[in-house]
């Protein structure tokens, strides 16, 4: 009793099928072929053997659209709202970049009962135009304290201050690491009220005049 042979079956290597996908896809998505089309300009630049079948082509077109769909839900679930890209932004100025994303997810939580990632705050204030830039400090006066620098200005506003030195303390810290806040690379930055004014952090001092700086005299308490 003779029985047939069994056809050998051809097995395409993953480079082939890669490349069949990629011609696939373009055909329908750039060309905008039918399934039928792109079989027959498959026909043309590879043997008749290897050639996907119209069931395996409308597949990959198929699972390429599924792909995308799922992609795009997957975007749009991660924009946020008109109100809140405003709420980010409003509650960055009003605190002068000195809010951390993590903060602002939770008062986003708190006000619109809403679950917001701080990753998301921050890719919001990125494209927003924020930027990280060195803080700039200034002392805490009283109101006393302003109103006498005020009176002394007006005291002396028409006196040439050719025989006068100016002197002025500051801290030198080598450990301490320099702050950041957010804001817009145009504008100018605004100083923080980030340091007492009192005796005990003064540890250098110095003047200047018309004549040009004086000594630095290093002060101990």
């Known amino acids: ?3 047939a042979k069994p056809k050998k079956i051809k097995r395409i290597n993953k480079a ?18 039918s399934v039928k089309k792109i079989r027959r300009i498959l026909k043309l630049s590879h043997s008749k053997n290897s050639i996907p079948s119209i069931s395996h082509i409308k597949r990959v077109i198929s699972t390429d659209k599924k792909a995308n ?16 890209v405003e709420f980010i932004k409003e509650i960055t100025e009003e605190r002068n970049g000195c809010i951390s994303s993590i903060e602002i997810a939770f ?6 009962k809403k679950s ?15 930027r990280y830039r060195r803080l700039r400090k200034s002392p805490i ?13 007006l005291k002396f506003k028409d006196t040439k201050f050719e025989n006068f030195v100016f002197v002025d303390e500051t801290t030198i810290r080598l450990s301490e690491r320099p702050i950041y806040h957010l804001r817009y690379p145009c504008t100018y930055p605004k100083t923080m009220p980030c340091t007492s004014k009192h005796e005990g952090k003064i540890n250098i001092w110095g003047g200047i005049s018309h004549k040009g700086p004086t000594n630095f005299a290093k002060v101990k308490f």
Do not use: H, P
């Open 107 to 112: 008062l986003i939580e708190k006000k619109f």
């Open 16 to 33: 082939k099928i890669n490349l069949f996908k990629e011609q696939i896809l373009f055909l329908n998505k750039k060309r905008g072929s």
């Open 116 to 130: 917001v990632s701080s990753s998301v705050v921050r890719k919001y204030r990125f494209k927003a135009g924020f």
């Open 141 to 153: 006066l009283t109101d006393d304290q302003k109103l006498r620098r005020l009176l002394w200005c």
């Open 69 to 84: 769909l799922k992609n795009n839900q997957k975007k749009n679930s991660k924009a946020l709202s008109d109100d809140f």
């Open 1 to 3: 009793m003779n029985f």
